[in-house]
C-alpha cells in the first residue's frame, strides 16, 4: 500500500470531529480537498472506511478496525520529528492553543508579537474558551490551563504563576462606596463565575452570591469596568487599568491568596514537536518576566 500521512491525519481527524465540513474548516482548504484525501485512502486500502449519510458520518467495520493503527503510525511520526527534529528544525507550522479568555488577553495576545519575532515561521491559533477542552478532539496543541492533572496520555509543565485580586470601577465606588472588611461584601454587587464555581470562592470566611455572572473570564473585566460590581481578576489584566485610573482594588489588606501556577498540557505523543517546545519554552520565559515586573 502507498498509504499517505497527511490523507490518514485528514481521516483521523474526521473521526474526532465527526464532520468533513469541521475537519476543512479547522485546515483551512475546501470540503472537495478533505473528500478527495478520503477518496484516496480508502482506495488505497480498497475499502470504505466510512459511512456517509445525511445524518452524519460513522465508520465501517473496516475504518474501525483501521482507526487505531492509523492513530498509532501518527503517534511514531510526531514522535519521530520530535527526536529526529531536534534543535535543528526551525520552528514551523501551526500551533492550536486552548486558554481561558482572561489568559488569552493577559498572556498569549501581548506576548505574540515577540514570538513571532523569535519564530518568524510559526502560526498561532487561539481557542479562547473558559471551558476545558479534549485535546485530541478538539485538535488542540498545547492547553493552558490553571489546574492540571497529569496521566499516561498528556504530557504537563509549568509555565509560570499569577494571582488574583479584587477591583470595582470609581463609578461603582462613587455609588455603593467599597468595602473596609471582607465581612462587608456581602452588601456590595458581586460579578461571580457561572462555569467555574471555585472562581467565586473569595475568601474562606465568606460565601459569596453574585449579582451578575458570565461564563466568560475575559467579560469579568468589562463588566465591572461598566461599574457593574467587585470582580475578582488577574492582577496582570487589572493592573494596567488601575495605573490609568479605570478600576480600584479592593480590600488588597485582607488578600492573602497564593499565587496559582499556571500549567502548559500537551498530548504525550506531541510534546517533543519542535514548534510545541519553542512555544512552551517561549511562555514560560514571558511568564517570568511577567512575575518579575508584578
Known amino acids: 500500500m502507498n498509504l499517505q500521512l497527511d490523507d490518514i ?34 482506495s ?3 475499502t470504505r472506511l466510512l459511512h456517509r449519510t445525511t445524518h452524519g458520518l460513522s465508520l465501517t467495520d473496516e475504518g474501525d ?15 519521530a520529528t520530535g527526536d529526529f527534529g531536534g534543535t535543528k528544525s526551525t520552528p514551523s507550522g501551526w500551533v492550536r492553543v486552548s486558554a481561558s ?12 508579537p515577540s514570538l513571532y519575532d523569535r519564530f518568524p515561521q510559526l502560526r498561532i491559533d487561539i ?11 478538539d485538535g488542540i496543541d498545547i492547553a493552558i490551563r490553571a489546574g492540571a492533572a497529569g496521566s499516561d496520555t498528556l504530557v504537563v509543565r509549568e509555565l509560570g504563576r499569577y494571582q488574583r ?32 464555581p471555585n472562581l467565586n470562592e473569595w475568601f474562606s470566611s465568606a460565601k459569596l452570591k453574585p449579582h451578575v455572572r458570565t461564563d466568560n473570564s475575559a467579560m469579568l473585566l468589562v463588566l465591572a469596568q461598566q ?24 480590600l488588597t489588606d485582607h488578600l492573602t491568596e497564593a499565587p496559582v501556577p499556571l500549567y502548559a498540557v500537551q498530548l504525550a505523543e506531541r510534546h517533543k514537536l519542535p514548534k510545541i517546545r519553542a512555544c512552551i519554552d517561549y511562555w514560560s520565559d514571558y511568564m517570568r518576566s511577567l512575575e518579575t515586573s508584578q
Not at 470531529?17 to 484516496?40: C, K, P, W, Y
Not at 470595582?168 to 462587608?184: M, Q, T
Open 227 to 250: 461599574g457593574l460590581g467587585i470582580a475578582r481578576l488577574m492582577t496582570t489584566l487589572a493592573q494596567p487599568l488601575v495605573q490609568r485610573g479605570e478600576l480600584l482594588p479592593v
Open 127 to 137: 481557542s479562547a474558551d473558559d471551558r476545558l477542552c479534549d485535546l485530541a478532539r
Open 165 to 196: 485580586s479584587l477591583y470595582a470601577a470609581p463609578s461603582y465606588a462613587a455609588l455603593h462606596g467599597l468595602p473596609k472588611h471582607v465581612s462587608e461584601l456581602a452588601q456590595h454587587q458581586l460579578i461571580g463565575s457561572s462555569v467555574a
Open 44 to 46: 488505497t486500502c480498497s
Open 9 to 42: 491525519a485528514l481521516f483521523v481527524r474526521i473521526v474526532e470531529l465527526g464532520s468533513l465540513s469541521a475537519v476543512a474548516r479547522e485546515l483551512n482548504i475546501s470540503v472537495s480537498q478533505v473528500t478527495r484525501a478520503l477518496g484516496r485512502l480508502e
Open 101 to 112: 479568555a482572561a489568559i488569552a488577553q493577559a498572556v498569549l495576545a501581548p506576548s505574540l
Open 65 to 79: 478496525n483501521f482507526l487505531p493503527h492509523a492513530q498509532q503510525m501518527l503517534a511514531i511520526r510526531d514522535v
